[in-house]
């Protein structure tokens, strides 16, 4: 009953997954159900004149092809609901902003046949100039403030006089990094089934936010918020995209209107690609100084990434440099170019992910030209506040960290000197890198309830997108309210339940667990209260919110990522052969699943540093790695050893009231980095852009 | 996927007679992706995957496997393995277990390219639809070939399995209407010229019934390396299948066939005659592999393939002849 917290139970919904009967929101058995296909544009920007849909209609099983000359109009109109929401392409204008954009929908009575009439619709449009490539509109880069989980920020900070500091450094890096532009593609692709009832609606959707979706769907139709139910109860994967509302989210829900049924709508695979954001390209460039004694004396950190005409999202890579190292002179630069693709969106550690890499890549670079041990230059110039506000850290144990994975790695054996180590053929390197990733905690809320019977159920509208949320919040209810584990049941994913914030920013086990145990503490005081076993249901709420407190402090999680790398030296082939993780997180809610977490972050890391890419056609406007045979994520050959290890307790009284920080994130941080350093230390070739294809290191 | 005609062959008699614009289905991983994705139409489907062509043979100094052998069968077969360990090899570097499972030695010989403009519906392909154009010429062409290309189409050939085939000089035994016949596996594959929608030089209804692959001393030597962007389950960025056999400090006979670069898979003569009575060395193989590679036409994301296909086939020659790298 106590010490429930950090055991390592299995998932919850481990079983129903694996043996197909967990319902995805695809799923949901509806009566009358009817199969929409989107039609997508093949140009990048045009007005579209026509959309012949006469030889889909003919095809057997069709029920409609809705296209923006015979879609119904929004009473709310499409555009977004608050700031963060995403801008839709809704068949509500003749615009083409970028390829791949939904121009029309196909309806029919199966899948099958939807699809088919998808391909026979025939889309007229008349072109208009466009362009997918950074470097035409580098000289419209223009300043935006950072919007992440944890608040606004400006786009750019300066502590101290940069300029002056490297003019007089004795030892100086100043390279340029490039991240591309990538997918994500979680298993299960975007679905949403929505069905009408009257002038209310409900929406199963494949989401990692419920109130949100409702939020946008109720302003898109004009109906007060309560009229719109979501209901999520499994996330076949997340990692940022499904963070917003998307356009076959509304087109579902106005299809259904429009023809009187249900209608579901799940995205192909190549309809992933520029629909529904995927994480924007970035040029950043680092300008890192150091004494002689190897004390950081300037840092800048300028990043350029690219949105769509026609919203703003900005991936705020060079923020990272504003909390990672003691330096008196710091400053960070973030620039927007807008190009005619799809908005991008969060993908996970959306910034801290793509800055980290050239940051770290960039401290590697100034620790190798000062010949000092990369760990002993990151000691050196350790953050004891936070470099810029001064502020305290809530809790910090970076220093643990290094000393746990260079000690688990086996960090002291290592050669500093490139292309010195031979493995059977290959070039043998090592490399490392921290990593780190805000503390965010938002308002949430839970109810929690004693049955007669002894057993209990929280509910949350929060959603468990394969982190564990079933599992860990049933466990913070055992321990708070003092019952067995398997007494307590956990249920989530419904704009019925109490409000949750969108899954999203690392944000969920800490806000989720805080208001969880605020609702059973004040259930067990209750109980406590009329000294009896009920013989009716008690229930009590549980609402939180971050302090005052909290803003007088910096909340990060930290890590450090060691890789080992193995390279052809002819053929430029990288595996990576080992990678540890260690990481301080807070109060580790399942060990287990903590693990998993850390794990999945570190792979994602090795498909950052070797693999993924969103090719685009820049003469078509294109993606053209538009299946999980082009677009490559890590196969289980690429993913050798990876160890994640970590801190069960990190004691911290303010990051919130469970004392969790999220651990979605952070293990991706500094991954890509650490990869590339080592490839650095087999190859002695520095590879700044990602991905590091063979080509690369020939 | 449009609607067809669905029938399943009794037998390879059967198959033949009913064959004519009919698509036989055998493993079904390459024909049913791409009729989901529509590039391919077939108004009517032949089963061919329950005929009796799955036996893996040595007889008459030859492995002899049946058009409907798995990947894995041939891949894992003892004297395979034994007798051409390029051929398993290659086979094994291909594709995921899953995929090899269900994919036969026939549908592999007629495997379409990935080129991913010929995917994609919203592009032009003279390859699927001839002279409509080509998006790729000046698209994104990192995984496209250097060699045997035309100004219709600079797709690459996709399988390993056919690389490693043709450096074995196999011959594909097919069933027509007009009877048997046996296709050099260097004569199946045709360059796209002005018709890369023509790909293989089979006969209307000609079915392909089996392998035969010649068993000697040097397809014993037989070796498979290929360079791609991840460890498994990616298409080559260059892949070259050897044999070198060397007697007395001397090669006696080389062949190498290449991957990953060419609209067919690449065997040049020349490249190959130019080792004889050499020394199995680096420079023997470089000289080759430079001669092999004459005549690439590198495109901007492609251009690296030429140096890459040359180590990778000095890669495979060294490990063929057993030299030390």
């Known amino acids: 009953m106590s010490d429930e917290i950090g055991k390592p139970y299995p998932r919850r919904d481990g079983r129903a997954k694996v043996t197909g009967e967990a319902v995805y929101s695809y799923e949901w058995p509806v009566p009358g159900i009817l199969y929409g296909v989107l039609v997508t544009s093949n140009l990048a920007k045009g007005r579209i004149t026509a959309v012949d849909s006469a030889a889909a209609e003919r095809e057997p099983g069709v029920i409609a092809v809705l296209t923006p000359f015979n879609a119904m109009k929004l009473p709310g109109g499409a555009k977004p609901a608050d700031t963060g929401d995403r801008v839709v392409q809704v068949l509500q204008d003749d615009q083409i902003l970028y390829s791949n954009q939904p121009v029309a929908v196909a309806i029919a009575d199966t899948f099958e046949r939807a699809l088919h009439a998808a391909a026979q619709v025939r889309v007229s449009a008349q072109a208009l100039p466009f362009t997918v490539r950074m470097a035409d509109e580098l000289h419209a880069a223009f300043p935006h403030d950072i919007r992440t989980s944890a608040g606004s920020q400006p786009a750019d900070q300066l502590r101290g006089d940069v300029e002056a500091a490297l003019r007089r450094a004795e030892h100086k890096v100043e390279a340029d990094y490039e991240t591309p532009p990538e997918t994500h593609n979680p298993l299960e692709p975007h679905a949403t089934l929505a069905v009408w009832s009257g002038d209310r609606l409900t929406l199963y959707d494949a989401t990692q936010g419920i109130f949100g979706v409702r939020k946008k769907l109720a302003k898109a139709f004009a109906l007060p918020p309560g009229n719109v139910r979501v209901i999520t109860k499994y996330v076949g994967g997340g990692f940022g995209c499904k963070g917003s509302a998307w356009s076959h989210v509304v087109i579902a829900a106005l299809a259904a209107k429009q023809l009187g049924r249900p209608v579901k709508i799940a995205l192909t695979r190549p309809q992933m690609f520029g629909i529904v954001g995927g994480r924007p390209q970035t040029q950043q460039k680092i300008s890192a100084a150091a004494d002689k004694d190897g004390r950081l004396i300037a840092l800048r950190h300028e990043t350029v990434s690219t949105t769509s005409r026609f919203d703003d999202f900005i991936e705020p890579a060079a923020l990272v440099s504003r909390h990672q190292y003691q330096c008196e002179n710091i400053e960070t630069k973030h620039r927007l170019v807008r190009l005619d693709i799809g908005t991008p969106t969060y993908m996970r550690a959306p910034g801290e992910s793509s800055g980290s890499f050239a940051l770290e890549s960039a401290i590697d670079e100034l620790a190798h030209e000062l010949g000092i041990d990369p760990i002993d230059f990151r000691l050196k110039n350790y953050a004891e506040t936070d470099p810029i506000e001064g502020k305290p850290f809530s809790s910090k144990s970076l220093r643990r960290c290094y000393e746990l994975g260079a000690e688990r790695f086996g960090w002291q054996k290592r050669t500093r000197r490139p292309e010195l180590v031979l493995r059977a053929g290959k070039l043998v390197g090592t490399g490392m890198a921290t990593a780190a990733y805000p503390a965010n905690y938002t308002k949430a809320s839970a109810i929690a309830r004693m049955n007669p019977d002894g057993t209990v159920l929280v509910q949350s509208g929060a959603v468990d997108i394969g982190g564990g949320t079933y599992t860990v919040m049933a466990q913070v209810a055992a321990e708070t309210l003092g019952v067995p584990y398997e007494k307590v049941k956990f249920d989530l994913g419904d704009t019925e339940m109490p409000e949750a914030p969108r899954s999203g920013g690392s944000i969920t086990a800490a806000s989720v667990a805080s208001a969880v145990e605020a609702a059973c503490r004040a259930l067990r005081q209750k109980l406590d209260a009329m000294g009896e076993r009920p013989r009716k249901p008690v229930e009590a709420l549980g609402e939180v919110a971050p302090s005052e407190e909290r803003k007088k402090y910096a909340l990060h999680s930290f890590g450090a990522q060691f890789a080992e790398v193995e390279v052809d030296p002819d053929l430029g082939m990288v595996r990576v052969t080992r990678l540890v993780g260690a990481f301080a997180a807070g109060r580790i809610l399942n060990a287990s699943l903590a693990r998993s977490q850390f794990m999945g972050g570190m792979v994602w890391g090795i498909g950052m540093a070797l693999h993924e890419h969103s090719v685009y056609d820049e003469k078509l406007g294109r993606i053209m790695t538009r299946d999980l045979a082009d677009y490559h994520v890590p196969s289980h050959k690429d993913v050798v050893i990876v160890d994640p290890i970590f801190i069960p307790v990190e004691k911290d009284d303010v990051v919130d009231p469970a004392g969790v920080k999220g651990i979605g994130e952070i293990g991706i941080t500094g991954a890509a980095a650490a990869i590339g350093n080592a490839v650095f230390n087999a190859t002695g070739k520095r590879v700044r852009a990602l991905p590091i294809t063979p080509d690369k290191l020939l | 996927m449009r609607l067809f005609t669905f029938q399943r062959a009794a037998n390879v008699d059967e198959a033949v007679a009913s064959g004519a614009g009919a698509a036989f289905l055998a ?107 080509c998006d790729a010429m000046e698209g994104w062409t990192r995984m496209h070939a250097v060699l045997g290309v035309s100004d219709k189409c600079i797709a690459a050939h996709p399988s390993d399995m056919c690389v490693a085939l043709y450096a074995l000089e196999a011959m594909v035994r097919v069933r027509g209407p007009a009877g048997e016949r046996d296709i050099p596996i260097g004569e199946l594959h045709l360059l796209p010229g002005d018709h890369p929608e023509r790909e293989f030089s089979l006969r209307p209804a000609e079915l392909i019934t089996g392998v035969r692959v010649p068993i000697d001393a040097l397809a014993a030597r037989s070796r498979y390396v290929k360079v791609r962007d991840r460890q498994s389950y990616a298409f080559a960025l260059a892949s070259c299948a050897a044999a070198v056999q060397v007697e007395g400090g001397a090669i006696r006979a080389a062949r190498f066939a290449l991957g990953g670069v060419g609209t067919k898979p690449w065997r040049v003569p020349e490249a190959e005659r130019s080792m004889q009575g050499r020394p199995p060395t680096r420079e023997t193989f470089a000289r080759a592999a430079e001669i092999a590679l004459r005549g690439a036409v590198p495109r901007r994301d492609n251009a690296f393939k030429v140096e890459l296909a040359k180590r990778t086939a000095v890669r495979a020659l060294m490990l063929s002849a057993g030299a030390p790298s």
């Open chain 2, 27 to 133: 493993g079904g991983t390459n024909l049913v992706d791409l009729m989901k994705i529509e590039v391919l139409n077939p108004e009517r489907v032949l089963d061919v995957s329950r005929l009796d062509l799955a036996k893996i043979e040595l007889r008459e100094g030859a492995l002899q496997i049946g058009a409907l052998a798995s990947n894995t069968a041939v891949a894992e077969h003892a004297e395979v393995m034994r007798a051409a360990p390029g051929l398993s090899q290659a086979l094994l570097s291909g594709a995921s277990p899953q995929l090899r499972n269900a994919a036969t030695v026939g549908g592999n010989l007629l495997q379409r390219t990935r080129c991913a403009y010929y995917r994609d519906l919203g592009t032009r392909c003279n390859k699927r639809e001839p002279n409509s154009g």
